[in-house]
């Protein structure tokens, strides 16, 4: 078999086996769905519910793709900025960590208190998105070739023309790479944000969702949403891989089939 | 040789770095018009760096570097080419060589013309298309070469180029250099440690001394072009190359 089949078959057996294991403990042990509901239960709700959550994730994932814009954007900008100005990074870089390594969970109740719940949220998301965005492309900005470097500075070439023409594509393959993440961790900010306003919030996001089935004790509908939200993540991933590959592909080693 | 007046002349430069190692030290050179020049020595005796001084990449520490032919050189008047390729890996073999002429703001017309000529001195006319990975060192070295050419400069230099390629392949490139500069007639100043190397393609060698770098001596090596293959397997180039290496463990003693 070749290993690009095994590499789709496995998995796919792997969840299989899981699923059918899931089921029979669940039969074998008589367990009641408000403790564990069986996978054709929960497969159940997510048709007979399919309207709310579908309604429901279309928000969660409008606040995730809000965020990612948001933190690609301030990313970016804010890298280009440091690079280009050394007093601009002193000041900000510090400040830029601290907001990282602060647990979100733990800023989100004050945002929710100082912001409009929408707000908040997307503020949570924004947070946790951009640092990768801005690490990764600022490393990628100052890892710079510097004989490429040496030959711009020969023609006498101006800051902007350095920027656009060498350092902004060179940057390319870790700018992808932060967005990569940023794009998971932007459901992530969502997603804890919606938590934290919780059954107080008038969010109707998939979290808020949970949370508000968690209270009902509707096990198979936090199951439901659970399993959209991964499939979310997934889709996400795959789709800004997609990106980086078809920018990459033509020259990039991260990008290149190897023949053997 | 004619007495013209050389295109640059170095006076006394000194270059300190801020580590406290002196690269140069009272560095002389006059180098002429259409002069095929080779700066000989071992590792770290710092004939990069007196490249680099004369391409304005770095600052003499003391000392004058002179354009007497003209004014100084201005943006694609000098070519630079390194011990790597430098090429832009998401741009095109076009698109690398275009580069010079881009900065500039060049007329896109003209531009284009001069990188079809450039591409077609270095024989790389059908992969104007390619992205530098899907070639060979070799080739790669050949773009970098006409990147180097796009401008037209008048003083091509040139820092070790071919010592990362196998044998076959500097040979190779060695022939096509000659026949590059024979047709454009530009300066070329070249650093290598290769003695066979310097004494195939130059028409003249500053031999230089480690630590810090001045000129040991000069030697002319006066066999006429083209030189080809048969030069290279002459009992004159042999009889050059003992010259040579003569003089540059001459250098490396420190004996006069």
């Not at chain 1, 095994?6 to 367990?31: E, G, K, M, T, Y």
């Not at chain 1, 711009?152 to 023309?161: C, D, G, P, T």
């Not at chain 2, 018009?33 to 490249?51: D, N, R, Y």
């Not at chain 2, 010079?100 to 790389?124: E, I, M, W, Y």
Request: charged fraction near 15%.
């Amino acid at each position: 078999m070749s290993a690009r089949l095994l590499r789709i078959a496995l998995p796919v057996i792997v969840l299989a086996l899981v699923i059918a294991a899931w089921d029979a403990v669940v039969r074998a042990f008589a367990i009641p769905p408000y403790v564990l509901p069986a996978p054709g239960v929960v497969l159940a709700t997510l048709i007979s519910d399919g309207s709310l959550l579908w309604n429901s994730l279309l928000v969660t994932l409008g606040i995730t793709f809000e965020g990612f814009l948001l933190a690609a954007v301030g990313g970016i900008a804010l890298a280009v900025a440091f690079s280009q100005w050394r007093l601009i990074e002193y000041s900000f870089y510090p400040y830029a960590v601290i907001l990282q390594v602060t647990p979100v969970v733990a800023i989100a109740p004050l945002l929710l208190i100082y912001l409009p719940q929408p707000l908040a949220v997307l503020a949570c998301a924004w947070i946790v998105a951009f640092f990768p965005v801005l690490a990764n492309t600022t490393l990628g900005l100052n890892s710079v070739d510097h004989n490429l470097l040496a030959l711009f500075e020969l023609y006498k070439a101006s800051r902007w023309q350095v920027l656009w023409r060498l350092k902004l594509p060179a940057a390319l393959p870790q700018m992808l790479a932060g967005l990569r993440i940023a794009g998971g961790l932007s459901l992530i900010g969502a997603v804890v944000a919606e938590i934290a306003a919780g059954s107080a919030g008038a969010g109707s996001g998939l979290a808020y969702r949970i949370a508000e089935s968690g209270y009902r004790l509707n096990i198979p509908r936090m199951f439901a949403a659970l399993l959209l939200l991964s499939l979310a993540g997934v889709a996400i991933f795959f789709a800004l891989s997609a990106v980086s590959y078809l920018a990459l592909r033509r020259w990039h080693e991260s990008a290149l089939k190897r023949e053997r | 040789m004619t007495a013209e007046s050389p295109i640059i002349s170095l006076r006394n430069v000194g270059k300190t770095f801020e580590s406290g190692t002196t690269a140069l030290d009272r560095f002389d050179l006059d180098v002429r018009e259409g002069e095929f020049v080779s700066l000989l020595g071992p590792s770290g005796c710092g004939k990069s760096t007196a490249l680099r001084i004369i391409a304005g990449l770095s600052k003499a520490s003391s000392g004058t570097v002179a354009w007497p032919a003209g004014q100084s050189a201005g943006p694609g008047d000098i070519g630079f080419v390194f011990q790597e390729p430098t090429l832009m890996p998401w741009a095109t073999v076009a698109r690398n060589v275009r580069l010079p002429l881009d900065l500039a703001h060049a007329d896109s017309a003209r531009a284009d013309k001069a990188v079809r000529q450039a591409l077609g001195r270095v024989g790389l006319t059908e992969f104007a298309q390619a992205y530098p990975r899907e070639l060979s060192g070799g080739m790669r070295m050949r773009v970098s070469i006409a990147r180097a050419l796009a401008t037209e400069p008048r003083l091509l230099l040139m820092d070790e180029p071919f010592a990362a390629l196998d044998e076959i392949t500097r040979f190779k490139l060695n022939n096509d250099l000659l026949a590059v500069w024979q047709e454009m007639r530009r300066t070329v100043i070249f650093v290598t440690h290769s003695v066979f190397e310097s004494v195939y393609l130059s028409q003249r060698i500053v031999v230089m001394t480690p630590r810090p770098g001045r000129v040991f001596t000069e030697i002319v090596i006066d066999a006429p072009y083209p030189r080809d293959e048969r030069f290279r397997t002459s009992a004159d180039y042999a009889a050059q190359c003992r010259r040579v290496s003569e003089a540059l463990s001459g250098a490396m003693e420190g004996v006069t």
